[in-house]
């Protein structure tokens, strides 16, 4: 026997969460360690469930949309838009250029939004305080947008069945490019202070790799799955509503480590940015609600809808048998599947790193758990 | 004999009542220019410019309930704020002020200031296994690896600070620094020291065992109250401690070129001196994400314990062969130098490389037209 073997020592069991503040919500892992490192990991999940998918199938189509804002709370118009768009799609309506204009510049602006969180948090998460303060100062200007066109802060409910709710405020476009600009700063802000420290590549760089085939297999979506290199992004493989109409790259990273991960995030804000810009310049005057019901009821079939999610490919599979509710309605939440990679990412890993790791997936609970 | 023993204790009471008072001003310092890196307001409202904000958190964890964890044990948990707290008041002993203003200036000075400093470290651990917490032993431990790694660049570096002089005596070294402070000619020992006295107090970006992101407040995590106040206390002493010795050891403490040697000025730039050292490290605080654990230990034992090591060298040879003062200050600033610039090359400039080519290879894509994917 080795002195290993005689010396009687435990893995020690530590509970990470669900009020641990790093754990971005309430998610609960419970990490088996080995001095610093990590032996095991295993998630728990399900302290925010609400029952969403069951609760759509007792509510109309137009009393859903404000359900999928409670999902992914940091990026809500982006949630409304795709029920929108599955429920078009299944009655064929074609919905006016304008509100198609209004929906993509509120949702690009969502994904910077969203991916501003993140770039704060992740900060705080590695350890530096102050990038949380700039980007929420930023994340403060978008939110005033959406707080004027929407009327609400958090839970908009401003997409439609066909549209929009109502025209948008009319000083929109300035207010949008006078935002632009502090965010453009702040970004480029974000590399100076974040991205290429030394400490922070020293704590990011090459913790938690996946490479690209594993990603795929595990389900990853959206950042984190081109952190790992895979050339995939739903608004330029398969172009919904009008994003073939802009000019966008798609930046990819190689390693899909954490460091990727937070790269291509503040990159996409970028593009978001360019693609706000064009969507300015291109949006014309026009209706912004297609002539429907005030009920919907599509018609009796079935369709997939995804979009690119700031989170990554966000489903709704919807069954409808001719009424005013669906008959199912399944969600494919990014976050969740997105979550299935964390003991392959935590393997080996130190105890710092799986704050790291979880915090750069960018999780959402009130999606993981739905 | 009385009258000298009463010396010494009216010395010891205005030394304690001067540094809490020190304490208390760090911690405003601390929130309104933290508060100011990061477009806060900070403290606004108790007193003028939230002046009093120090005073009322002190009276809220004073008159606070003190929580002893069911399980722990109570007796380290007990003990363990005052280990802390008694050896980072017990430095300021010998720390002197002015050139005659001391509580008691020991010719071993300096050996006085390690051996008591190190003397925490036994706190800290006793706090992370008396709490019976998971997260405080984890970061109890750490503790204790970080601040024994960290203690031998310090050591090395006064060692080589001591050999200048060649006295440990702290007048004696601040006296010497007369005509030319020592951060000009030992510009790696002062790096090095003021890294290493960072991370020995726990200080972004080496604040590992108290990271709140991970293990929450670490050693403390289970103390409220009066106990996590000595904590409190002891932490930003220590603080002040770096900071002096960084100002006594480096930047010349009381003395400056054509300023009289007169008490009250010497307290005015010493103090001025530290406090500024002190920003630095808030600096550090407002910037820095935190080191992991093994990165904090590989850097101290690969990077900082080698260049203490090149700087009593280069030290050495210069006293050795007698050679004029500039070559010192080349010797030191080029290896000082030299350090930054491979970090900077081997972190920071690879990644924008990599950075650089990835967004010319996403420029570079073609859009396949005609198949429809949909």
């Known amino acids: 026997m080795t002195v290993e073997q005689q010396l009687d020592s435990l893995e020690l069991m530590v509970n990470v969460g669900p009020q641990h503040p790093?754990?971005?919500?309430?998610?609960?892992?419970?990490?088996?360690?080995?001095?610093?490192?990590?032996?095991?990991?295993?998630?728990?999940?399900?302290?925010?469930?609400?029952?969403?998918?069951?609760?759509?199938?007792?509510?109309?189509?137009?009393?859903?949309?404000?359900?999928?804002?409670?999902?992914?709370?940091?990026?809500?118009?982006?949630?409304?838009?795709?029920?929108?768009?599955?429920?078009?799609?299944?009655?064929?309506?074609?919905?006016?250029?304008?509100?198609?204009?209004?929906?993509?510049?509120?949702?690009?602006?969502?994904?910077?939004?969203?991916?501003?969180?993140?770039?704060?948090?992740?900060?705080?998460d590695a350890g530096a305080m102050s990038p949380v303060m700039y980007a929420f100062r930023e994340r403060e200007r978008i939110q005033q947008i959406f707080e004027a066109t929407s009327g609400a802060r958090l839970m908009h409910n401003y997409f439609r069945i066909g549209g929009v709710k109502e025209d948008v405020p009319a000083d929109f476009v300035q207010r949008i490019t006078a935002a632009l600009d502090p965010i453009k700063a702040t970004i480029e802000e974000a590399d100076r202070l974040v991205t290429f420290n030394e400490v922070f590549l020293a704590r990011s760089r090459d913790v938690g790799t996946i490479d690209g085939k594993t990603a795929v297999a595990l389900g990853f979506t959206g950042p984190n799955m081109r952190a790992s290199g895979?050339?995939?992004d739903v608004r330029r493989a398969a172009p919904y509503a009008i994003y073939d109409r802009f000019d966008f790259n798609v930046p990819l990273g190689d390693r899909g480590d954490c460091w990727d991960r937070f790269w291509v995030r503040i990159r996409e804000m970028e593009e978001s940015v360019k693609i706000v810009e064009q969507a300015l310049k291109q949006m014309q005057e026009g209706p912004i609600m297609a002539p429907t019901r005030r009920i919907s009821r599509p018609p009796k079939g079935e369709v997939y809808v995804h979009a690119e999610n700031p989170r990554g490919d966000f489903g709704v599979y919807l069954v409808s048998n001719g009424g005013d509710r669906p008959y199912r309605l399944k969600i494919r939440p990014p976050s969740f599947c997105n979550l299935m990679s964390l003991k392959h990412m935590m393997r080996d890993a130190y105890v710092a790193d799986a704050i790291m790791i979880l915090g750069s997936i960018d999780i959402v609970l009130g999606e993981v758990d739905r | 004999m009385v009258a000298e023993l009463c010396v010494i204790a009216t010395k010891l009471v205005v030394l304690v009542t001067s540094l809490t008072l020190v304490v208390l001003s760090m911690v405003w310092i601390e929130r309104k220019f933290l508060a100011r890196l990061?477009?806060?307001?900070?403290?606004?409202?108790?007193?003028?410019?939230?002046?009093?904000?120090?005073?009322?958190?002190?009276?809220?964890?004073?008159?606070?309930?003190?929580?002893?964890?069911a399980l722990s044990d109570k007796l380290l948990f007990w003990l363990a704020p005052i280990v802390v707290f008694v050896p980072s008041y017990l430095v300021w002993v010998t720390i002197p002020f002015a050139r005659t203003t001391a509580v008691r200036n020991l010719e071993t000075g300096l050996f006085y200031i390690t051996a008591f400093s190190v003397l925490s470290i036994v706190g800290l651990v006793m706090a992370g296994w008396g709490s019976a917490n998971k997260y405080a032993i984890l970061g109890g431990l750490r503790s204790a690896a970080q601040l024994i790694s960290y203690e031998i660049p310090i050591i090395m570096v006064v060692i080589a600070v001591v050999m200048l002089p060649q006295s440990m005596n702290l007048v004696t070294i601040v006296q010497d620094q007369r005509t030319i402070p020592y951060a000009a000619l030992q510009p790696l020992g002062l790096m090095v020291f003021l890294i290493a006295g960072v991370a020995e107090v726990g200080r972004t970006p080496f604040d590992i065992y108290v990271a709140e992101s991970e293990v929450m407040g670490g050693p403390f995590i289970e103390y409220s109250g009066a106990h996590w106040a000595v904590f409190f206390l002891a932490e930003y002493v220590n603080t002040f401690t770096i900071a002096v010795m960084v100002a006594l050891l480096f930047l010349g403490g009381w003395s400056f070129?054509?300023?009289?040697?007169?008490?009250?000025?010497?307290?005015?730039?010493?103090?001025?001196?530290?406090y500024l050292v002190f920003l630095v490290i808030l600096w550090f605080r407002g910037t820095f994400p935190r080191l992991r654990i093994d990165q904090l230990m590989s850097f101290a034992w690969k990077v900082m314990i080698p260049l203490s090591f090149v700087n009593l060298v280069t030290t050495g040879v210069y006293l050795f062969y007698g050679w004029p003062k500039w070559t010192l200050t080349l010797m030191s600033l080029a290896v000082t130098v030299a350090v930054i610039y491979i970090i900077y090359r081997r972190m920071t400039w690879s990644a924008r490389v990599t950075a650089e080519e990835r967004l010319a290879r996403a420029r570079a894509y073609k859009r396949v037209e005609a198949t429809d994917v949909r």
């Open chain 1, 22 to 124: 790093a754990t971005h919500g309430v998610f609960r892992m419970v990490l088996w360690i080995d001095g610093e490192r990590i032996v095991d990991v295993e998630p728990h999940i399900g302290y925010l469930h609400r029952g969403t998918e069951k609760i759509c199938e007792n509510e109309q189509y137009s009393q859903i949309i404000t359900l999928f804002d409670r999902l992914d709370y940091i990026a809500n118009f982006n949630n409304e838009w795709v029920v929108c768009m599955a429920a078009e799609k299944l009655m064929s309506t074609e919905v006016p250029d304008r509100a198609q204009y209004i929906r993509t510049i509120l949702c690009e602006l969502n994904r910077i939004a969203s991916h501003l969180l993140f770039y704060g948090t992740f900060a705080l």
């Open chain 1, 230 to 232: 895979v050339d995939f």
């Open chain 2, 38 to 69: 990061q477009e806060r307001l900070g403290p606004t409202v108790v007193g003028p410019f939230g002046l009093l904000q120090p005073v009322a958190d002190a009276l809220k964890l004073l008159v606070k309930e003190d929580l002893i964890p």
């Open chain 2, 257 to 274: 070129p054509f300023m009289p040697d007169v008490a009250w000025l010497s307290f005015l730039w010493v103090a001025l001196k530290a």
